[in-house]
């Protein structure tokens, strides 16, 4: 891996860690649904049941331990602290983009998790666009093999990569690509976003190439323009980082748009999700599974302990939000109506 791929992965990180890099003048939207409250729900708690099943797996909660990082020595701990809470946990969880080992076979040891969570339901992960720079299916079986992955996600990050110096800015063609990759890599493939939302289009043309889910990323919370602003030391690309600072569509726009497209396509819902009730929206509207990322990040760069801890608070928020609307599956999570919440109307002052 270069110096300076290295270097960026270093930078995104602390960037993360230390900055507001979530995204302004736009929400994930989530704000804007309600689940029914049933003041009598007929149920104990107790028996409020998260298990799931994603592409034929088995959880014990919807929840992913979305992709973070990899290719350094911190992102190392960091795989390692997060793999080990979905393993307690039984959760699934994504690794961050395989690159950098796939350059550098050192790198490897990064990404491999299996030693500490042998049961997971684990992804690894490359950038879509690299299907146009040279890799093909060979890559992405070795991506695969290399942490002994259930699935493959290919990220889509269009504006992250056009405001990066000498970023991969050719994603034409890449549909077909993407099928390929579908139809010969041997596991299921899912394309996701970095937090700017798909669109209903774009999760139809997916589905018909043969992608097994989305991850719709959408818009709301960390924003990879404002990540790239704090990078950049060029002022037209600073200014152009800030100029999209409010860019994408919104997780529950995004949400609703592909399951109202691909209405039999697995989604997952992830951008912006930090608490159990916001997850539970974003199952009652149609996910499967709900990701997180960022709010995960500082508790793994302590420990395993610190990533169950919020963890734990997010999955037992789903429940309470379960047993608040009466549901007592997530089956029966995803059945129960939900309720938009009118925008509030402008109040106008008359001149006496």
């Not at 493939?189 to 939302?197: C, L, P, T």
């Not at 669109?199 to 991850?215: H, I, R, Y």
Request: with cysteine; hydrophobic share 45%.
């Amino acid at each position: 891996m270069s110096d300076s791929h290295a270097r960026r992965k270093q930078d995104h990180l602390r960037i993360c860690r230390d900055e507001d890099v979530g995204s302004r003048g736009i929400s994930t939207g989530l704000e804007r649904y309600r689940l029914l409250h049933n003041a009598l729900p007929e149920l104990n708690l107790a028996d409020v049941d998260l298990s799931a099943q994603f592409l034929g797996h088995p959880l014990r909660a919807p929840v992913l331990v979305s992709a973070i990082t990899g290719g350094t020595a911190r992102a190392e701990r960091i795989n390692l602290h997060l793999a080990e809470a979905a393993e307690k946990l039984g959760l699934a969880m994504s690794v961050g983009s395989q690159r950098a080992a796939l350059e550098d076979p050192r790198q490897e040891r990064t990404y491999q998790v299996r030693r500490v969570a042998p049961h997971i339901l684990l992804f690894a992960n490359l950038g879509a666009v690299q299907l146009n720079y040279g890799y093909s299916v060979d890559q992405c079986r070795r991506a695969v093999e290399m942490i002994q992955a259930d699935a493959l996600v290919l990220h889509l990050n269009s504006i992250q990569e056009a405001l990066q110096p000498h970023g991969n800015t050719d994603f034409s063609g890449l549909l077909r690509r993407i099928s390929c990759v579908c139809r010969d890599v041997g596991v299921p493939v899912i394309v996701k976003e970095v937090g700017w939302g798909v669109s209903g289009a774009v999760a139809k043309q997916l589905q018909d190439a043969g992608v097994a889910a989305v991850d719709v990323a959408g818009a709301g919370g960390t924003s990879w323009s404002e990540v790239e602003l704090h990078r950049a030391t060029d002022p037209l690309r600073r200014r152009l980082a800030r100029d999209l600072a409010g860019w994408g569509v919104p997780t529950a726009e995004a949400l609703l748009q592909c399951r109202t497209a691909a209405p039999t396509l697995p989604l997952v819902a992830s951008g912006g999700i930090e608490s159990g009730p916001q997850a539970a929206v974003a199952l009652a509207l149609g996910a499967e599974l709900v990701g997180l990322a960022r709010p995960l990040l500082i508790p793994a760069m302590s420990s395993e302990k610190a990533v169950i801890n919020e963890l734990t608070v997010v999955i037992e928020g789903i429940r309470l939000a379960m047993f608040g609307c009466g549901a007592d599956s997530i089956a029966a999570l995803r059945s129960m109506a939900v309720a938009e919440i009118p925008p509030p109307v402008p109040q106008l002052r008359g001149y006496m």
